[in-house]
């Protein structure tokens, strides 16, 4: 069963130029560029449509307050225990089975579906190749990341690049934005 067969479905992710996503469960880098286009792609639909962010649980119980999550984006949490997620504002799925049910459940229009990770869930939609395309930020610099997400850098091509400031370590390091080439 793939989602693509219904739906948009992107994949975003940063990660530093080792591929890392997270160090010692958290994003060691604060870069108010990354996130703005973070907010901006999932927020970016036509008038009377949502996106569904799908997320891991560790990453769910990272994203702060569900007011961020606002602004015609529903989530989906993926765990195995569903009765934990308690948060009213969030829908809850096992498989991506149970996704696809929950989306058939929303009467509102769907414009696309974003995959947020974290590593398993990434890799549960790339390993299918159920995505149409992945935005992937690389920071170029080292960030000793002990969590990883492998991606081919041949397959992307590079839509622009800039200096920003890491707010966490105050380092100047360059951002590039990646995507996949679209036929
Ligand atoms: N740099 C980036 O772009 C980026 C993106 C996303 C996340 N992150 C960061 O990465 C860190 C967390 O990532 P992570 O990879 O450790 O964890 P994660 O994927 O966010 O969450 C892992 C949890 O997801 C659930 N899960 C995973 N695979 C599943 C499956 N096949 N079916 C059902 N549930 C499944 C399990 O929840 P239960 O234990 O509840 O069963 C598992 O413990 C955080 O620091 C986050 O901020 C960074």
Redesign the pocket.
């Known amino acids: 069963m793939k989602l693509i067969d219904r739906f948009r479905v992107n994949l975003?992710?940063?990660?530093d130029n080792k591929f890392?996503?997270?160090?010692e469960?958290?994003?060691p880098w604060n870069i108010s560029e990354d996130m703005q286009f973070?907010r901006t792609k999932t927020s970016a639909k036509p008038p009377g449509h949502i996106n569904v962010l799908i997320?891991?649980?560790?990453?769910?119980?990272?994203?702060g307050s569900p007011i961020e999550m606002s602004n015609g984006r529903k989530i989906i949490?993926?765990?195995?225990?569903p009765e934990?997620i308690e948060n009213p504002g969030v829908m809850a799925?096992?498989?991506k089975e149970e996704i696809a049910d929950i989306l058939l459940r929303f009467t509102e229009t769907i414009n696309c579906i974003w995959v947020?990770?974290?590593?398993?869930?990434?890799k549960?939609f790339m390993s299918s190749g159920d995505f149409n395309n992945i935005y992937w930020?690389k920071i170029e610099s080292d960030f000793g990341c002990d969590?990883r997400v492998f991606l081919v850098e041949s397959v992307f091509e590079t839509d622009s690049s800039e200096f920003v400031v890491d707010k966490k370590t105050g380092k100047i390091v360059e951002l590039i934005y990646y995507r996949m080439p679209e036929p």
């Not at 975003?12 to 990660?15: H, M, P, Q, S, Y």
């Not at 997320?55 to 994203?63: A, C, D, N, P």
């Not at 949490?77 to 225990?81: D, E, Q, S």
Request: charged residues 20%; contains cysteine; positive net charge.
């Open positions: 975003i992710l940063a990660t890392g996503i997270s160090r469960g958290v994003i973070f997320v891991g649980r560790k990453t769910w119980e990272q994203m949490v993926m765990t195995l225990h934990r799925a096992r498989t947020c990770g974290g590593k398993e869930i990434y549960m930020n969590n």
